[in-house]
């Protein structure tokens, strides 16, 4: 016999729990096994007030837009309509079935906002890394990660490694002495050139104090003029001024631990190891759907990689550390 389901939908109570509907092995299931929220207040604690009408909880919308990047759902609109539809999502959310879906409006205000003004994003990417235990040792690039001042940020600031070549601009093509040919006495911040002469930031005293360091973070040292007018090296050396200058980073420390890395047999394999990153922005692309940003200018980018790095990492941790095996009444 043909059945027929013309019951009319018309209960005025359902009871069932929405942690029964999301199946053990959903994505969303083993991602939210390793999202830790609970400090995400605590963070955000200075910028709300103590006073007026309860805002949208925060953890709330940090759990939407991580939805939206691990699924490649671009839109906030669509994103809040499908918050709204999918149980799985609602129990992601911790909304309940009545629970009400924020404006999509609720997430530009606080991005612009409070959002960036605590660096919230970078928070949450820092709580999942710390989440994996992990530890950035070292970090492979490209010449555009070279400067001085990532460089700089990578050796000073954080202690990484840095697997990258380091972005050279003082070598001279003009067959004249480089930067390279003089040698840098860092007990008396001081350069001496080829034939033994000194160049320093400054030859009167009185002018220790002050910092000669111009707007790049770039200090000069020169020789004197009355050194460079007899030396028989000048044509290779500065033949057209009156005497030789010579420029260093402020980072330059750090650009010399690159070069060092750049020496060693480590080097070599991060360099065929760097071709791989290529599937990461390929998976960005395709499944993540971040093919072009959305948010404008550099804030807005930062942004967008943030949450897209972090969406990343959840997705890698559930795909390979998993949650364990499906529960079975038995084990209950």
């Known amino acids: 016999m043909m059945g027929r389901n013309d019951k009319p939908q018309n ?22 096994h390793f999202l830790d929220l609970s400090d995400l207040r605590q963070h955000l604690a200075p910028y709300y007030s103590h006073t007026g009408r309860p805002s949208i909880d925060p953890g709330l919308m940090i759990r939407m837009l991580i939805i939206g990047y691990c699924l490649g759902i671009r839109s906030e609109r669509r994103l809040c309509e499908e918050v709204r539809l999918n149980l799985a999502y609602r129990w992601f959310c911790r909304l309940s079935i009545e629970d009400p879906v924020p404006d999509h409006s609720t997430f530009s205000k606080n991005r612009h906002g409070r959002f960036r003004q605590a660096e919230t994003l970078r928070f949450v990417f820092e709580q999942v890394e710390e989440r994996l235990a992990l530890k950035t040792r070292k970090l492979i690039g490209d010449t555009a990660y070279g400067t001085a001042e990532i460089l700089g940020w990578m050796v000073e600031e954080k202690g990484i490694e840095p697997h990258v070549p380091v972005w050279e601009k003082a070598e001279r093509k003009d067959g004249t002495f480089s930067r390279s040919d003089f040698s840098y006495d ?14 320093k930031q400054y030859w009167t005293s009185g002018w220790q104090s002050r910092s000669r360091k111009d707007q790049d973070s770039t200090l000069r040292y020169h020789s004197l003029k009355k050194d460079c007018e007899g030396c028989t090296l000048k044509e290779q050396c500065c033949p057209n001024t009156q005497r030789r200058k010579v420029t260093r980073s402020v980072h330059e420390a750090a650009r010399d631990v690159a070069r060092a890395v750049s020496q060693t047999p480590a080097y070599r394999q991060t360099r065929r190891q760097r071709k791989q990153v290529e599937m990461l922005f390929a998976h960005m692309k395709r499944i993540l759907k971040v093919d072009r940003l959305r948010l404008r200018g550099i804030k807005g980018a930062q942004d967008e990689f943030l949450l897209t790095a972090t969406a990343q990492n959840l997705r890698r941790m559930a795909k390979y550390l998993g949650t364990g095996p499906p529960k079975t009444p038995e084990m209950a």
Request: with cysteine; proline share 8%; aromatic share 12%.
């Open 11 to 32: 209960p005025l109570f359902y009871s069932f729990n929405l942690d029964d509907l999301v199946p053990q092995d959903h994505l969303l299931r083993k991602i939210d």
């Open 186 to 199: 860092a007990v008396n911040d001081e350069y001496t050139c080829p034939v033994g002469k000194r160049l």
